[in-house]
């Protein structure tokens, strides 16, 4: 090998103990590091002092609170958000919450809570429900809600922050949060939800408006909700009378009250 050769060779060799020893002074830097922090992170430095409660505007903080007193005094760096989610909706009707922190001993919880959509006779009260499912709160009465009460399922068991439990088949429930959470445009137009089974055991829906119209659906489509409305606003403005709306076939019919079989929608 000529001295050129042995020169670049050499050079080439020096590079690549420098770039090793390079690797190897980060990779122990990075190492102290974590020794360094790890007596402060364990410590009581980051212990959680304070939480905060952001986003919530009828669930009282306080109650919000109390779901997760238990981690006062954890380490911050060491809570997991799932955890926390976790925590809050088995007792809390919360939809979702979103975790922050504020070093060093502050957790930033901001809630969002559920959207009521519809009431459930329950006992001597209502149990509220968003379209998910889940019990928001029970009352006594619903004046001050514009939504409407389903009937036809019988409830046995309610609890906060829980689907309530029915009678009968569950699987009719979940048809009929689909059907809710496609008519939420116009649940403040409806009176009563009545869901009834078939004898092959399907349910079928039928809706009251707050005007006085009553609509069979038939079996759920989240297509005809558009066509439920598009026919209302046709009666309406044709002013040709309250009745029955049929549209659990391809061909809507229509069919006016007579004085006696006039069903007018209003919440109980």
């Known amino acids: ?4 050769n042995q020169a670049r060779y050499y ?25 360094t922090l790890m007596p402060m992170v364990c410590s009581s430095f980051f212990a959680i002092k ?35 989610i976790d925590a809050l909706q088995a007792t809390i009707p919360i939809k979702d919450v979103n975790v922050h922190y504020k070093l060093p001993d502050t957790l930033l919880l901001e809630v969002e809570e559920r ?4 009431a459930l006779n329950y006992l001597s009260s209502f149990a509220l429900i968003d379209t998910q499912g889940i019990t928001v709160k029970f009352v006594s009465r619903l004046e001050t809600y ?41 649940l403040h137009e409806l009176s009563e939800i009545n869901l009834v089974i078939d004898g092959n055991n399907e349910p079928s829906f039928y809706l009251y408006t707050l005007d ?6 038939g079996k759920w489509d989240d297509k005809k909700i558009t066509t439920m409305q598009e026919l209302l606003a046709d009666l309406r403005d ?13 061909t809507p019919i229509f ?4 004085n006696s079989d006039s069903r007018r929608g209003g919440k109980q």
């Open 1 to 4: 090998m000529d001295r050129r």
């Open 11 to 35: 050079n080439y060799g020096n590079r690549r103990k420098r770039k090793i020893n390079y690797k190897r002074l980060l990779l122990s830097l990075a190492f102290l590091c974590i020794i």
């Open 50 to 84: 304070n939480i905060q409660i952001l986003g919530n505007e009828t669930i009282p903080t306080e109650e919000i609170l109390a779901a997760v007193d238990n981690y006062y005094g954890m380490n911050l760096l060491s809570i997991k958000e799932k955890q926390i």
């Open 115 to 118: 959207e009521i959509a519809a």
């Open 146 to 186: 514009e939504i409407p009460v389903i009937t036809g399922l019988k409830v046995i068991d309610a609890k906060i922050a829980k689907k309530p439990v029915f009678e009968g088949d569950s699987a009719h429930f979940e048809v009929l949060l689909k059907l809710i959470e496609t008519a939420k445009p116009i």
């Open 212 to 217: 006085g119209y009553q609509v069979f659906l």
């Open 238 to 250: 044709r002013n040709i009378g309250k009745g029955l709306l049929d549209i659990s076939h391809n």
């Open 255 to 258: 069919k006016p009250f007579s």
